[in-house]
């Protein structure tokens, strides 16, 4: 789909009464990025089907093409050439604003002589920290450079056996999956000790999904605090499909609850491992009439909604998307255990509280649980999007229903995860005008 929006933009969301129709859910962020590498490396080819096109799959797309895989765009598929345990050495990668991805390859990494790592987002990815997996990949014999434990940062491996090895799962799931994907390309593979209170289960059940469905053995303890993984193994996969994605379309069913009207977002799996999923479940709960039939959830708008408390940690990617239904409830909503929202593209707790502080909502902090109180909201005002698809996405639902347009600086970041989100909540019925972007970047 060829994106007609500018390159840079800011929204301005105007109120809407309704919204009504089917949507087909886009392709998972999560699943894309895995499949993806895994089909790098693999010794063959792989059909990646129904890839996502956003800048996160585009990055990760564009770092394999850099180590040397081959890939061929056949309509909305991605076929990969692999290059097996051989990425090319001595190349400098560009991960963008992707946390994901950046992790996977820099674990990746460790497989070359040495990979540099930049990224052109420094308030944001080179924000983020890296040291967890650093300290992880010298324990396994690896050299590693970089500023403070952020980016940029140096990979140096070649000839690493495996073997044991502690990694903290406390600040993202994303350091044991990186080296998850590592473990079965060492000649020992690796026995995995994930320490501290680990984050994010779901995202690591995707990646041990996704190793073994390209043929990659590997055991998990029922609480994912060590994993093992035999070395000397090879990823292989014909064809991986890339079921639809559940951060981005829990926007669109809570843009659905908070309005009058009716949505159905079909391409939901129902069992899908993606913790997003129990944005359904937090929904009904807070009193939405949300009902599945297969693959497609239907949303009937409107319903009063009361305020809930749940531990966010399950649906992490969802907190923002939920939080404007909580806007939209009676009563202080509370998402616990969400610290890791800290460390995302941008401080999703505090920056949260900071805009619906602007719109005249009542929120409070701790350091790892975000509330936020329902009331009107006034429009009529400018708010950051701080450069992060998810909180851009929680500002627009805000919109939506507010007294007055509201605008959002810097939105052209939805494409980092949702390119075709405003598209899609056109179809439905929002109205949206597109203007020059204001936010500094
Ligand atoms: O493994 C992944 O693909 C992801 C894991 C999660 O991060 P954390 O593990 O840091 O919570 C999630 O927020 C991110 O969008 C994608
Ligand atoms: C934080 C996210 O992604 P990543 O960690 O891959 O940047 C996200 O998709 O909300």
Partial sequence: MSDPLPGTFDVIVHPVPELRGTLTAQPSKNYTTRYLLAAALSEGRTR???AATSEDAEAMLRCLRDWGAGTEHVGQDVVVTGFGARPRSGVTLNPGNAGAVARFLMAVAALTGETQFVTDYPDSLGKRPQADLLQALERLGARTASVDG??????????????????SAERSSQYASALMFLAPLLPEGLDLRLTGDIKSHAPLRQTLDTLAAFGVRATASDDLSRIRIPGGQTYRLERAEVPGDYPGSAALLAAAA??????TVSNLRAADLQGEREAIDVLRAMGADITREGERVTVRGGRP???VTRDGDGFTDAVQALTAAAVAATGTTTWENVYTLRLK???????TRHELEALGLQTAETRDSLSVTGGPVAGGVTVDGHGDHRMIML??????????????TGAHHIRKSYPGFFAHLTALGGRFEYAPNTREE
């Fill in 258 to 263: 908070v309005l009058p009207g009716e949505v």
């Fill in 395 to 408: 500002l627009t639902l805000l919109g939506m229903r507010a007294a007055a347009p509201l605008r959002i």
């Fill in 48 to 50: 990646v089907v129904g």
């Fill in 345 to 351: 593209e941008c401080d999703r707790i505090s920056d």
């Fill in 150 to 167: 952020h980016l940029p940062v140096t990979v140096a491996g070649g000839n690493l056996r495996g073997g044991q090895v502690e990694v």
């Fill in 305 to 307: 909604l009361h305020a």
